[in-house]
């Protein structure tokens, strides 16, 4: 890899990662509604799904949005191996994420790259489609995305791509009011 890309990824994760700091110290209340929102429910008891792959998440330990998006994978029937790290840079270059495509963590999933906030029907339907690809991206951090839910409810307008093998990539799901 040449050093301009590796230093792009760098710097989109350094970048992804701040958001996802600042994002909690600008909003603490909006950021404890929205774990409460997403708070699995207890009545209801987890479940794993026995059909789905085992998700390899890795984030950084203080990432909280991170750990509000493993739960919604959980209660979506993943079972989850989450793996802190101070450094991402490493693990978004080994798994092909593009530059500039980067947000705050990066999933392995049934040996496909889940990299971001990307809701758990998409990958389910990237799991059932299985294309030649590398997965799904979902730069940056969308209000509204899984993870980042607003206490009133707004999604933002964002879209999923899907990453080919070559790198490129193209429109797979959109999510989000208005647009």
Same mark, same amino acid.
């Given at each position: 890899?040449?050093?301009?890309?590796?230093?792009?990824?760098?710097?989109?994760?350094?970048?992804?990662?701040?958001?996802?700091?600042?994002?909690?110290?600008?909003?603490?209340?909006?950021?404890?509604?929205?774990?409460?929102?997403?708070?699995?429910?207890?009545?209801?008891?987890?479940?794993?799904?026995?059909?789905?792959?085992?998700?390899?998440?890795?984030?950084?330990?203080?990432?909280?949005?991170?750990?509000?998006?493993?739960?919604?994978?959980?209660?979506?029937?993943?079972?989850?191996?989450?793996?802190?790290?101070?450094?991402?840079?490493?693990?978004?270059?080994?798994?092909?994420? *593009?530059? /500039?495509?980067?947000?705050?963590? &990066?999933? @392995?999933?049934?040996?496909?790259?889940?990299?971001?906030?990307?809701? #758990? %029907?998409?990958?389910?339907?990237?799991?059932?489609?299985?294309?030649?690809?590398?997965?799904?991206?979902?730069?940056?951090?969308?209000?509204?995305?899984?993870?980042?839910?607003? *206490?009133? /409810?707004?999604?933002?307008?964002? &879209?999923? @791509?899907?990453?080919?093998?070559?790198?490129?990539?193209?429109?797979? #799901? %959109?999510?989000?009011?208005?647009?």
């Amino acid at each position: 890899m040449n050093h301009s890309l590796s230093l792009g990824l760098l710097l989109g994760t350094v970048l992804a990662t701040a958001a996802c700091a600042r994002a909690a110290d600008e909003a603490p209340a909006a950021s404890l509604a929205a774990e409460a929102a997403a708070a699995p429910d207890k009545s209801r008891p987890a479940f794993v799904d026995p059909a789905l792959p085992i998700a390899i998440v890795h984030k950084t330990a203080s990432c909280g949005c991170c750990g509000i998006w493993v739960d919604h994978l959980k209660a979506e029937g993943f079972q989850v191996d989450v793996r802190d790290t101070d450094d991402m840079n490493p693990i978004k270059v080994r798994l092909g994420v *593009p530059v /500039g495509k980067a947000s705050c963590h &990066t999933a @392995e999933i049934g040996g496909y790259v889940v990299e971001g906030h990307i809701p #758990a %029907e998409d990958i389910k339907r990237l799991l059932a489609e299985r294309p030649a690809a590398r997965g799904l991206v979902l730069p940056g951090m969308p209000a509204g995305s899984p993870g980042m839910e607003m *206490p009133d /409810g707004y999604v933002q307008p964002y &879209t999923v @791509e899907l990453v080919r093998n070559d790198g490129s990539s193209a429109p797979f #799901a %959109e999510h989000g009011q208005g647009g």
